[in-house]
């Protein structure tokens, strides 16, 4: 089977099981809320501010909504062996990877879809005559946390004190994808909108980094 | 001389570190080091 | 204890006194080495305050550049080495590559320690604040996390093969995203000032200077390795010490089964 193929059986796993329970979405939907809400009660900006702020704010809610996330994404194969039936399975191991990058991705990517316009009410912020960039930025960017998380998770999985340990792990390697994508939002949301074509290429280029060392060292993840 | 306290303070931070770094190394090897003694004695004396 | 018992204990006894004897002469040779590194630290921190020229526009406190400065590049070069070490583990699955990247890390932790507590000591009089987050001092700072959280990592996984292979991974991303870092702040303006030392034209330093930065340079390269090695020797014993652990619960069930026959 081709490791497209895999990929795509493993990614029809995941959306099966996430569509029958909705388990990740309803708390990840339900997290970003709070965090909307809590993010306004600690600063109470005023508009100016907020404008300011908004960037930060939403790339922090997704970074650690996703942190959240992820920690399940294979720890939750634990309880009745399953990732043990997937490596018997004849495909790569990268495919196991890479099916649950995509879903991790498609999960965070429906949060943004809805959780964008929130924020915009929220803050009083009018987002839409640049709600396609603003999508396209957050998607690149969410896509190198679903890349580097998901590996993460498989690595801390059977660690001690993995809740902890992971965004610990996660969010240092982040802060470069945190830092392009706060800047890369900031000018969509500045006074003059706009997006420098430097930090859409610096955030497809840290996904290209990032996509292609999970694949060189996927064989080791998954393996045992 | 000015800034004098500032570069002291600098130095000594620096050497403290490097002296207590190389102090609680030192100890943990040590402590490896007997423990491994003491097993191999009872390896070699049953 | 049968004739096959009898054999294994005299292999074991052999290997005892022939490691007896490399280890007195080796500890002796490390030994000296740790004084002679002593020594050659103490000269450097004499010639920094001594022998080095008062710099013109930044006065005495440019006298921190010679820690600040050395001790980045031990940091980096230990850093550089782990990495080697996590890619060494991967491809080769031998231990020894794993106990060079975990004594790397830490050593190269500690001397990262070093330039961010001198950085922010050197800035303050020269900048006016204690610190900005530029490209430079971030990526420090990032650096920093990353290794911590190298470190913490192993603490979380006891068993060693699944830790060196996991902790190996990590470096990997962590080492990788370090220039990302670097380049990702690179675009705003940054403070930081350019490399003195091979920072492209313009850039230079005093003779008298840049002789002190060496020799400092020399004595924390040789504390580097003096306590990579100590370091390394560490995780080595620990291995020792749990095969030898294994060996005695294996014979004290051989002997109470035995026990139990009779």
């Given at each position: 089977m081709s490791l497209t193929r895999s990929t795509g059986a493993v990614l029809a796993k995941e959306l099966k099981i996430e569509l029958r329970t909705h388990d990740l979405t309803n708390t990840v939907l339900f997290f970003v809320l709070m965090v909307a809400g809590l993010f306004s009660f600690a600063f109470s900006p005023t508009v100016q501010e907020s404008r300011r702020i908004l960037p930060g704010l939403i790339w922090l809610a997704f970074f650690f909504a996703g942190t959240l996330m992820l920690q399940l994404c294979f720890v939750?194969?634990?309880?009745?062996?399953?990732l043990a039936a997937l490596r018997l399975a004849?495909?790569?191991?990268s495919a196991i990877l890479f099916g649950k990058i995509l879903a991790n991705f498609l999960f965070l990517v429906v949060t943004e879809i809805v959780f964008v316009p929130i924020f915009s009410v929220f803050y009083n912020v009018n987002v839409w005559p640049v709600m396609g960039q603003l999508l396209l930025v957050l998607f690149l960017g969410t896509f190198g946390l679903s890349v580097v998380g998901t590996v993460f998770s498989a690595m801390t999985?059977?660690?001690?004190?993995r809740e902890l340990l992971l965004p610990l792990l996660l969010l240092p390697v982040l802060a470069p994808v945190l830092i392009a994508g706060v800047e890369a939002t900031s000018e969509l949301l500045g006074a003059h909108p706009g997006i420098g074509r430097e930090w859409l290429s610096m955030l497809g280029g840290f996904d290209v980094i990032y996509v292609t060392a999970t694949w060189l060292l996927s064989g080791f993840l998954v393996e045992e | 001389m000015r800034n004098f306290w500032s570069i002291l303070a600098a130095y000594l931070a620096a050497w403290a570190i490097f002296f207590v770094y190389s102090a609680t190394v030192g100890r943990r090897l040590a402590r490896l080091e007997d423990e491994f003694r003491r097993l191999r004695e009872r390896v070699s004396k049953d | 204890m049968g004739p096959a018992g009898d054999g294994q204990r005299q292999q074991i006894d052999g290997t005892v006194q022939e490691m007896e004897m490399t280890t007195k002469s080796k500890q002796r040779v490390w030994g000296l080495a740790w004084v002679a590194t002593a020594i050659l630290l103490a000269l450097a921190g004499y010639a920094i305050f001594f022998v080095a020229p008062r710099e013109?526009?930044?006065?005495?406190?440019?006298?921190?550049f010679y820690v600040h400065v050395a001790t980045a590049w031990c940091g980096f070069i230990a850093f550089f080495i782990s990495f080697f070490g996590c890619i060494g583990y991967l491809a080769s699955r031998q231990m020894e590559w794993d106990w060079l990247a975990v004594a790397t890390a830490e050593v190269g932790l500690m001397f990262t320690t070093v330039v961010l507590i001198t950085g922010p000591v050197w800035a303050?009089?020269?900048?006016?604040?204690?610190?900005?987050?530029d490209a430079r001092l971030t990526t420090a700072f990032i650096l920093e996390m990353l290794y911590i959280a190298y470190l913490l990592l192993r603490k979380m996984v006891t068993e060693p093969g699944r830790r060196a292979m996991i902790s190996a991974v990590f470096g990997i991303f962590a080492f990788l995203d370090v220039p990302l870092c670097y380049f990702s702040i690179r675009w705003w303006r940054t403070l930081h000032p350019a490399p003195?030392?091979?920072?492209?034209?313009?850039s230079g330093i005093n003779p008298v200077m840049w002789h002190v930065f060496l020799f400092g340079l020399a004595g924390f390269l040789a504390l580097t390795v003096i306590l990579v090695r100590d370091r390394y020797r560490m995780e080595a014993l620990r291995q020792k010490i749990s095969e030898l652990a294994a060996d005695l619960e294996e014979r004290e069930e051989s002997l109470e089964s035995k026990e139990v026959t009779r």
């Open positions: 939750r194969e634990q309880v009745n062996d399953t004849p495909i790569d191991p999985a059977q660690a001690r004190m | - | 013109l526009t930044m006065g005495n406190i440019q006298r921190i303050k009089p020269v900048w006016g604040v204690w610190w900005v987050w003195v030392i091979g920072g492209g034209p313009g």
